[in-house]
């Protein structure tokens, strides 16, 4: 398959992967969940990966990461190695279980990077304050986890991926375990988020509507072996507000990527 | 999803709010109170069926004694009682200091490298096969006749529980927050202090707790051996001259030792893990 640029040759993209393969050894053989993967993902945009389960979404931003090295195949993060990216703080991660530690206090939770791997040197040009502030949780600074809701807990788990000030976010279905409304609601402000960062994004989902209302381009991956099926263009205005999902527009989009989907 | 805890202060609750916390308050006290009274209420009913066991059934006072028997010896003989239990108090808390400091550290070994655990896991597996009457003789041959075999038994009983225990608070970590600590390119020891250090503390108090009562164990078996004081001591003579009051005597206060260890860890854990005591309520 060719590789699918879409950045403009001028820039540098954020996210260059080349031929990206990578094979598991599991107690049933060896599974191959990426194969032959090339995407460049231009600095400044919101690309959202999806596809059914076992299309190897999280392991492909895993291995951009560092948390996982290809079987074969390059990945370049920022013009860097991402081993180089990752010890310069110029990624954030958010999981899908917000991976708080329930002993502490939400800041203290968003400043744990600054305390490990020496972070203290990589710090960002927001404070933890203006970070929490940012996701809506001004006040809270003091509360433990278990204090929070699940959408709150997910809030401080991207105020720490951000208080580095990374240049690349990678989000593996942060809002997968959430109810409807919340989910909806921090798709709006994850949106806003973005766009007072300048961030690159990644954001893996399994959810149509939020790779299609969050992306400006949606990669659909199809499964077993794990590759690119394609990449689609959004064209909806933006800044996006919700209501753009009753739109003709989106309803057609949705649909299309459902007919693809079905076929992956 | 829970609901956040709202911070309410006190002038806006409602006159129907308070009745409710009033109802609510009461309630807890309730709750709270029938906890510390039936066990009370538990003891006295055996101690009346046993007195009345006793007396009905005409059992001679040298096979077993009747409570108020019990009661007497501490009273008329409680010098002397006191006396026994100092030796074997100092001889369990310093087993069981030491053993679970000695388990923590090998736990520690085990999960920073896993070649250790490899290595030493079985060893301490083996250890921990052999009967803790077996091993007594052959510390007291090895160690003399002093506190060093007591405290050495007490120790050993004391250290397989914490080290399986904390060798599984250590690695039982949510898998996502060991990634988070990658991408954060923390070293091993950082993610030692930060992580995995407080996730085993829950893990360490429930093996702090059944050792809180194992080490008085230790103790009293090590007294059986080669001493004429301790709670062990007073046992085995008691059983000779079958002064049966006196044995059943040391039996509870070796026993009131033990849940007074018990106390003093369950304290110690309400008092230091905060966020796993709020997140079981």
Known sequence: ?264 | MSAPVEKVSVAAISEADQAALAVDAARRSRLKWRKRLLPVLAVLCIGILWWQAVTQLGVKPFIAPSPLAVAQVFVTRFHMMLVNLAPTALEAVVGFVLGNTIAVLIATAFVQRKVVEEAFYPVALMVNTIPIVASAPILVLLLGNGIAPKVAISAIICFFPTLVNMTRGFRDVNPQALELMRVLSASDWEVFFKVRVKNALPFLFSALRITASTSVIGAIVGEWIGTNVGIGALIIQATYSFDSALLYASVVMGSALALLFFGIISVAETRIIKWNVAQAR
């Open chain 1, 1 to 264: 398959m060719d590789a699918m640029t879409v950045s403009s040759k001028t820039t540098e993209a954020a996210v260059d992967c080349r031929g990206v393969t990578m094979r598991f050894v599991t107690a049933r053989g060896v599974t191959t969940a990426l194969q032959d993967i090339s995407i460049a993902v231009p600095r400044g945009s919101f690309l959202t990966l999806l596809g059914p389960s076992g299309c190897g979404k999280s392991t492909l931003l895993r291995v951009v990461a560092d948390l996982l090295h290809p079987t074969s195949g390059t990945v370049t993060v920022l013009g860097e190695k991402p081993e180089v990216a990752r010890k310069n703080r110029e990624i954030g991660f958010v999981f899908q279980d917000a991976a708080l530690l329930p002993w502490r206090t939400a800041i203290q939770n968003v400043m744990l990077p600054l305390e490990v791997g020496g972070g203290a040197a990589h710090r960002g040009n927001r404070s933890a304050e203006e970070l929490l502030a940012l996701v809506g949780l001004a006040g809270w600074e003091d509360a433990f986890p278990h204090e929070l809701s699940g959408g709150m807990r997910q809030r401080v788990a991207i105020a720490r991926a951000l208080i580095c000030g990374p240049k690349l976010l990678l989000m593996d279905e942060p809002f997968g375990a959430l109810d409807e409304i919340t989910r909806d609601r921090l798709n709006e402000e994850l949106l806003d988020v973005w766009a007072s960062t300048g961030v690159t994004v990644l954001f893996v989902t399994h959810s149509i509507y939020e790779a299609a209302f969050l992306g400006q381009q949606v990669l659909l991956l199809a499964a077993r072996p794990g590759r690119v099926r394609e990449l689609v263009t959004v064209d909806l205005p933006s800044p996006r507000r919700l209501p753009v999902r009753e739109t003709v527009e989106f309803v057609k989009l949705a649909g299309y990527l459902r007919t693809v989907l079905e076929t992956c």
